[in-house]
């Protein structure tokens, strides 16, 4: 069957068929190509979930669970800070149980090793500082409850969704890590001066633990020796610039090794915008 594509207008045309609706749905839970409509969104998956679309149906039992509705989703309850130096904030259960199994269910058929981004080059390669697997969320894997997720992570963090790189989820088995590194761009580097001139800093990470039934796995702080770990569906978000806006090199930090268990998370990357084209 041909691909019946992203396009908004060629997929109105279709719109009684559940996967053109799924996709309609995704596209205005995002934005893209179509104004930014959460509650339209809903409709959209709602016609979806009742023409049978597998994934629609899920999400949308998933959603109608969570308590509040879209009012309350959007306004995430203030952090805490758990260390200055660097800016770090905890997010008590920030997503539910139900909302982690989901994203990880999500992202498992898809993991493949984890890159590192090359400083020469700018482009993603394997390496042995970091051993995980990961999948990096594309359209096609996208659903309505991942933009809503990425949408309470930006106003979390006060941030535009625009500027959301697409988000991650990790699975690190015991031994495998993300050795010491920090998230922001070197603009001294070469191969990272057109992303940052095309999409600005990577200013601030949010994670979510998907789960807490593993040991060790800390995302750890060479600065002060902090270690953190929060319960399943917690979300801890940092600076990686100082409030000047400069890169903010207290922020190195690893994803240490599960000595037992698996460890899941989402990873976050936020920029200030949406990346320029032409
Ligand atoms: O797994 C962790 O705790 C750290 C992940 C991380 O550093 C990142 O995603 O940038
Ligand atoms: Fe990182």
Known sequence: MADIGWDPAGLERLADEGEALHRLAVLSAIGLGTPHDPPLALERLRRAADLGHATAVDSLALLDAESGGL????????????????????????????????????AEPHLTRAEIYDPVSGAGRPDPVRTNTAFAFDLA???????????????????????????????????????????????????????????????????????????????AFETGDQRFRGRKGDAILWANVTPNGAADPLTRHAGLPPTAGEKWI?????????????
């Open 141 to 219: 894997a996208t659903d309505v409850a991942l933009v809503l997720v990425r949408e309470r992570i930006a106003r979390l963090a006060g941030l535009p969704v625009p500027g959301l790189e697409p988000c991650q989820v990790l699975r690190y088995t015991p031994g495998q890590k993300f050795d010491w590194h920090v998230d922001f761009l070197d603009p001294a580097v070469p191969g990272h001066r057109d992303d940052l001139a095309r999409s600005g800093q990577r200013i601030a990470t949010c994670l979510i633990w998907l789960n807490d039934d593993f040991e060790g796995g800390e995302t």
């Open 266 to 278: 989402l990873s976050q990357w936020m920029r200030p915008r949406a990346p320029l084209h032409g």
């Open 71 to 106: 009012e309350a989703w959007f306004r995430p309850p203030a952090p805490r800070r758990v260390s200055e130096q660097p800016h770090v904030l905890l997010a008590d259960g920030f997503v539910s149980p139900a909302i982690c199994d989901w994203l990880r269910g999500r």
